[in-house]
């Protein structure tokens, strides 16, 4: 079973970014898609971002096409999500997550906050 830990979130003005990175251990990185999901005070947990084991396909939520870049490195087990021109709604706690195909992550990390303030 892969462990997940993601680094990267803080507080930063509206439009600003951040890089949010997710560590993977203790299983074959390259074996699994992974995703960032985040949720909101009050929220349902809601897919931000996704991307094939080898990086060849992502796909993004509407509220983060254009402005989010979601990327991996294998040789560094690490998945990134690049954020720029952060919005006060990016506020939320983003969560690294891994699994077996494209649409089920069943493997996730501990999140990160992400604040955005106006």
């Known amino acids: 079973q892969v462990h997940l830990v993601e680094s990267g979130g803080g507080s930063v003005q509206a439009g600003g970014s951040l890089r949010l990175s997710c560590a993977a251990s203790g299983g074959i990185f390259s074996n699994y898609f992974m995703a960032w999901y985040r949720q909101a005070p009050g929220k349902q947990r809601e897919l931000v971002a996704h991307?094939?084991?080898?990086?060849?396909?992502?796909n993004y939520a509407d509220s983060a096409k254009g402005r989010f870049a979601i990327s991996r490195d294998n040789a560094k087990n690490t998945v990134y999500l690049q954020m720029n021109s952060l919005k006060p709604e990016d506020t939320a706690v983003y969560y690294c997550?891994?699994?077996?195909?494209?649409?089920?992550?069943?493997?996730w990390g501990q999140g990160t906050q992400v604040t955005v303030s106006s």
């Open positions: 997550a891994a699994g077996p195909n494209f649409y089920v992550y069943n493997t």
């Open positions: 991307i094939t084991t080898d990086g060849g396909t992502t």
